[in-house]
């Protein structure tokens, strides 16, 4: 896929649950595979996915979304910064979540995505998987750096997360 056509992009709306429980589920088999264990893919089912998404939705999560050709292709969340475990915020703002379909990395639909959530330069913190290579080198390109911080999520079968900031 190229990018020629940069994604549109538009608020999620509640219709709009079944769709982004797929991409999300999807993106994370793409990513976390192997990651964690056969038994995480048991319980993280595209229905309780789709519920979830329905209650965040309904809720008003503000969340962003990538088309391309009507198709969702990637989201994006963030807002105000959160504790994470053990770790208070030490940015204003947080980048909780940016999935793009496999198919279409390398498109600039996630540039585009990030761009439209933490505008370029803006003071800024995530948390990534540690083993992501491919994810720390897109965020490292856009200015964000490990702090040193970091996070094992007992409810991801100790996933370790990295805090990167810019």
């Known amino acids: 896929m190229t990018a020629a056509v940069p994604p549109a992009l538009r608020p999620a709306r509640p219709a709009d649950a079944a769709r982004l429980a797929w991409v999300h589920r999807t993106a994370w088999v793409e990513t976390y595979a192997g990651l964690l264990p056969a038994e995480h893919w048991r319980t993280d089912t595209l229905e309780r996915r789709a519920a979830t998404w329905a209650r965040w939705l309904d809720g008003g999560v503000p969340v962003t979304v990538a088309e391309r050709d009507g198709e969702i292709v990637g989201f994006a969340i963030a807002g105000a910064s959160t504790t994470v475990g053990e770790h208070p915020p030490v940015r204003d703002h947080q980048l909780y979540a940016l999935y793009v379909l496999a198919a279409h990395h390398g ?9 439209a959530v933490v505008a370029p330069g803006t003071p800024a913190q995530l948390w990534v998987a540690r083993d992501n290579p491919k994810a720390r080198a897109f965020y490292g390109r856009n200015g964000f750096e490990p702090d040193g911080a970091t996070h094992v999520d007992p409810a991801l079968h100790g996933l370790v997360e990295v805090r990167l900031v810019r």
């Open 107 to 115: 498109t600039g639909t996630g540039q585009v995505l990030l761009d």
